[in-house]
Nanobody
Framework: VQLAESGGGSVQAGGSLKLSCVVS??????MGWFRQAPGREREGVAA????????YYGDSVKGRFTISQDNAKNTVYLQMNSLKPEDTAMYYC??????????????????WGQGTQVTVSS
C-alpha cells in the first residue's frame, strides 16, 4: 500500500493550494488529511468516505478547504483557499476503515503518506 502526496509549497496569506494524494494497493473506506506543525499535535483537517463522498472538516478549515475524490484515479484532493499563516504545517494523507471511530482519530488510520509541506507567509 502506498500513499503519495503532492502539491505542497509556499504561498502568501490569502492564497490557495491544492494537495493530491494517490493511493495504490488498497481499497479504503475513509481517506483523511491531517496536518502537524512543529511542537503541536497532529490535527485532523478533513476526511471523505469513498462509498458516497460524505465529507468531514475540522472547525479551523470549514468554509476554506474542500476535500474531494476521483475514484477512477484513486486520488483524493484537498483544495485549500484563503490560506492563513496558522495553516503552515506538514500535511499528510491517510487511509483506513476507522471501525466506527470519529474521522479525526488519527490512530485509526492504517496507512499514511510521507507528507507534503505547506508554508503560508503573512
Amino acid at each position: 500500500v502506498q500513499l503519495a502526496e503532492s502539491g505542497g509549497g509556499s504561498v502568501q496569506a490569502g492564497g490557495s493550494l491544492k494537495l493530491s494524494c494517490v493511493v495504490s494497493g488498497y481499497n479504503t473506506y475513509y481517506m483523511g488529511w491531517f496536518r502537524q506543525a512543529p511542537g503541536r499535535e497532529r490535527e485532523g483537517v478533513a476526511a471523505i468516505r469513498s462509498d458516497g463522498g460524505r465529507t468531514y472538516y475540522g472547525d479551523s478549515v470549514k468554509g476554506r478547504f474542500t476535500i474531494s475524490q476521483d475514484n477512477a484515479k484513486n486520488t483524493v484532493y484537498l483544495q485549500m483557499n484563503s490560506l492563513k499563516p496558522e495553516d503552515t504545517a506538514m500535511y499528510y494523507c491517510a487511509a483506513g476503515l476507522l471501525y466506527g471511530s470519529i474521522w479525526s482519530t488519527s490512530v485509526k488510520y492504517n496507512y499514511w503518506g510521507q507528507g507534503t509541506q505547506v508554508t503560508v507567509s503573512s
